[in-house]
């Protein structure tokens, strides 16, 4: 399922106004000393926010998935917006995980596998990255990609999922796509860069699930 469009509002930019992608309203900010900004969920959202002042807007509270604009504009310094993002969610650990890739650059989803019965969420970011990297190599593409989990980086690189779950019928799913990733990095180099993504200062990733 494709992530919902924004909007998102230049109150300071270099031409103020609302516009549909990240990518035309980054246009406007980037280099603009003290630019105002902020996205939103439909246009309507965008056009009653525009009518009011940034700091009256700035007021609401922002929710929990959302960048704050210090994250934003962390993000406009030092995130490669010419790469994958993934990610995974879980219901229960173990549980129904799910997991995607999402392109930076407009926040397309790229791919999407599961739910899968009976698995972690570490898993699900083991395998996403696994997607990614694979998925990149067919294309001949060296992007990098960004990933919020350290341990799932972790296995990568080491090319083992280390999980504790056990197998079982249930999971058997899951576990075959464990195996097939592993035997992947085995017999495969990739140049892309894996990229700790700083959910700290740039928000949460934008392949997130939202269910947090």
Known sequence: MAKKQKFYVVWKGKKPGIYESWDDCKAQI??????????????EEAKKAYNKSYHEVKETKTPKNEPTLEQLENRVKYVDFNAIAVDAASSGNPGKVE?????????????HQGPFEQGTNNIGEFLALVHALALLQTKKSNKSVYSDSKIAIGWVYKKKCNTKLEATP?????????????????????????????TKNWGEIPADFGRK
């Not at 980037?30 to 246009?43: E, L, M, N, V, W």
């Not at 997991?99 to 791919?111: A, M, T």
């Not at 990733?181 to 894996?194: G, S, Y």
């Open 170 to 198: 249930k999971n058997k799913a899951i576990f075959e796509l464990v195996t097939r990733a592993e035997n992947w990095l085995k017999t495969n180099r990739f140049p892309n860069k894996i990229i700790k993504w700083d």
């Open 30 to 43: 980037t280099g603009f000393k003290g630019a105002q900004y902020k996205s939103f969920s439909s246009f």
């Open 99 to 111: 997991y995607r890739g999402v392109n930076l650059k407009n926040n397309q989803q790229i791919f």
